[in-house]
């Protein structure tokens, strides 16, 4: 089954930046769109940003937008969420989660996503 593994989370200052990753060891994630979310505490989970299996779309929640870009590498089998201009209330647990679908279209709505991953923490405060 596949199963996913989110790398990258960490503490940081205002203003800084992360990079997260996403891996599916033995998988390949070319065929499914994939998506970032998170959960801060006592917080419900949101949609932070999703990209297609083709990699010809992606979308952005609002309180990321022009901050945040996701990417996809498919020569190594990884997907990357780069975090800019970092606010403490990007502090969260952020998961990864996997959905088979082909094409350019991608969803922000967890309930698409079969697979999951157990997330990484980031921390921005100073």
């Known amino acids: 089954q596949l199963q996913l593994v989110e790398s990258g989370g960490g503490l940081v200052q205002p203003g800084g930046s992360l990079r997260l990753s996403c891996r599916a060891p033995?998988?390949?994630?070319?065929?499914?769109?994939i998506g970032w979310f998170r959960q801060a505490p006592g917080k419900e989970r949101e949609g932070v940003s999703c990209?297609?299996?083709?990699?010809?779309?992606?979308l952005y929640g609002d309180s990321v937008k022009g901050r945040f870009t996701i990417s996809r590498d498919t020569v190594n089998n990884t997907l990357y969420l780069q975090m800019n201009s970092l606010k403490p209330e990007d502090t969260a647990v952020y998961y990864c989660?996997?959905?088979?679908?082909?094409?350019?279209?991608?969803?922000?709505?967890?309930?698409?996503?079969?697979?999951w991953g157990r997330g990484t923490q980031v921390t921005v405060s100073s």
């Open positions: 989660a996997a959905e088979m679908r082909h094409g350019y279209v991608c969803f922000l709505n967890q309930d698409q996503y079969v697979f």
């Open positions: 033995g998988f390949s994630l070319n065929y499914y769109a």
């Open positions: 990209i297609s299996s083709s990699g010809g779309g992606a």
